[in-house]
T-cell receptor, first 112, second 111 residues
Framework: DTEVTQTPKHLVMGMTNKKSLKCEQH?????MYWYKQKAKKPPELMFV???????INESVPSRFSPECPNSSLLNLHLHALQPEDSALYLC???????????FGPGTRLTVL | GESVGLHLPTLSVQEGDNSIINCAYS??????FIWYKQESGKGPQFIID?????DKRQGQRVTVLLNKTVKHLSLQIAATQPGDSAVYFC??????????FGTGTSLTVIP
């Protein structure tokens, strides 16, 4: 299995909702990442997990809360988001930090 | 056809021509670079990589050139095909083993 899967593909939520994005890989990779991508912009790094520990938080607001339950799974919990948080949220994984990253298809998030 | 990345974010080429996509990276300490292709509605897809101890690397129809003196990276696509139409990003592995993406160039192949 050489892919990263993300669910859901699309998500629409209100500003008072709580939702979660999920990411899964079965390549034995030990580093996993969350990126945010706005239209016509490059992906922006949000969080990095290495060996299931949060190693980088790129000054992301606390309304985004990452979680790595095990080496194959990565979640992003969302609460009290703003309309400007609408974007494509990409998950990626790599063998180790700094290696080639494999990306999932992303979750298209719309905050109303 | 050729782009200069930040200054020409779109590039149109005729099918069968060669394409050159350019990228200026920011950190002279970056030691690993990747070119990604992103099609509409999909995540970025690895194309080719290069480490800082090399100045050229070839793949199937693609070549990456690295000029560390001027912090410049280019992606050459030979015999461009309609399926090559996408946005292309360079990414640099910099301090702390973090990847940062360049602005991106949108390539359109005209049949």
């Amino acid at each position: 299995d050489t892919e990263v899967t993300q669910t859901p593909k699309h998500l629409v939520m209100g500003m008072t909702n709580k939702k979660s994005l999920k990411c899964e890989q079965h390549m034995g990779h030990r580093a996993m990442y969350w990126y945010k991508q706005k239209a016509k912009k490059p992906p922006e790094l949000m969080f990095v997990y290495s060996y299931e520990k949060l190693s980088i938080n790129e000054s992301v607001p606390s309304r985004f809360s990452p979680e790595c339950p095990n080496s194959s799974l990565l979640n992003l919990h969302l609460h009290a988001l703003q309309p400007e948080d609408s974007a494509l949220y990409l998950c990626a994984s790599s063998q180790n930090r700094g290696g080639e990253q494999f990306f999932g298809p992303g979750t298209r998030l719309t905050v109303l | 056809g050729e782009s200069v990345g930040l200054h020409l974010p779109t590039l149109s080429v005729q099918e069968g021509d060669n394409s050159i996509i350019n990228c200026a990276y920011s950190n002279s300490a970056s030691d690993y670079f990747i070119w990604y292709k992103q099609e509409s509605g999909k995540g970025p897809q690895f194309i080719i990589d290069i480490r800082s101890n090399m100045d050229k690397r070839q793949g199937q129809r693609v070549t990456v050139l690295l000029n560390k003196t001027v912090k410049h990276l280019s992606l050459q696509i030979a015999a461009t095909q309609p399926g090559d139409s996408a946005v292309y990003f360079c990414a640099e592995n910099t301090i702390g083993n973090q990847f940062y993406f360049g602005t991106g160039t949108s390539l359109t192949v005209i049949p």
